[in-house]
């Protein structure tokens, strides 16, 4: 299953239509009334690890999720329990998101949280979509973009517009590709995008090439705050949760458990 191909292979046509629809100038005009920007890098650098929670409907590989909560709600949920970002899917077809649920998300009055903007970006075209709707972070992944050069125009256009980005790494080449692009923080994705298989031994491998300075965030595949914890001890700044989230039986349980409040609570009783 090449899955990503076929997700860039419809994101080219989508960017397409939605240049058509609203020209890169009438993003650029929206810039000045955007919110101003929350600290995505600081939220991530606290002490402990910072969980970023997701935000999305569906997956390519799980189908539609139980839980099927509004998404400013979960988001208020995320906030009151121990999140410190907020990831929400801006891929409308594959994951159930939207530019628009993004927009609603980062500008709810509940919402104090950075929220990131998560998209298979191939074009500048998104990021400035991405602050224009308030979004404080973008993912920019190394495979979708392919070469150096051109991430590390996209990362630089993403710093001038005030956010930061957080790139995505499968392998050790593409972190190496990321830290010369100049990437700040960087993720390493447990679950292959091509065969969407999970590997967590690959956060570890690809984690001992990054440099210390960089904010490192594993994702995908944590299934427990046992993972949370687990990849902390291996020395990552951040994990990013969706999945298992969003299939918890008790979600309010399930967010703090991974933010580490309920070990922070038991330690505290004791």
Do not use: W
Not at 5 to 13: D, H, S, T
Not at 124 to 130: H, K, R, S, T
């Amino acid at each position: 299953m090449f899955m990503l191909n076929e997700i860039i292979a419809n994101k080219r046509l989508e960017v397409e239509d939605k240049k058509r629809l609203r020209p890169l100038e009438d993003l650029q005009g929206k810039l000045r009334e955007a919110r101003p920007v929350r600290d995505f890098y600081h939220a991530l650098n606290l002490p402990g690890i910072s969980l970023i929670a997701e935000i999305k409907k569906k997956s390519p590989s799980k189908g539609e999720f139980p839980v099927q909560i509004a998404a400013a709600e979960l988001a208020h949920l995320y906030c009151q329990n121990g999140a410190r970002a907020i990831s929400v899917l801006a891929d409308e077809k594959f994951f159930g998101g939207g530019a628009h649920v993004v927009e609603r998300v980062a500008n709810d009055p509940g919402v104090h949280l950075p929220v990131m903007y998560k998209e298979f970006i191939i074009d500048p075209y998104q990021i400035y979509e991405a602050r224009s709707i308030g979004a404080d972070a973008v993912l920019l992944i190394v495979r979708s973009i392919g070469d150096k050069g051109t991430l590390a125009e996209m990362i630089g256009t993403v710093h001038n517009l005030g956010m930061q980005a957080l790139v995505e790494c499968f392998t050790a080449d593409d972190a190496a590709i990321a830290v010369e692009a100049g990437a700040r923080i960087i993720g390493v994705n447990n679950r292959d995008l091509q065969t969407f298989e999970v590997d967590l031994k690959r956060s570890e491998e690809i984690r001992s090439v990054i440099p210390e300075g960089a904010l490192t965030v594993s994702e995908s595949g944590l299934k427990t705050p046992a993972d949370a914890l687990e990849a902390q001890q291996r020395g990552f700044d951040a994990i990013l949760v969706g999945e298992a989230l969003l299939k918890s039986e008790d979600l309010t349980k399930s967010i703090r458990g991974f933010a580490g409040l309920e070990i922070a609570e038991q330690q505290s009783n004791r």
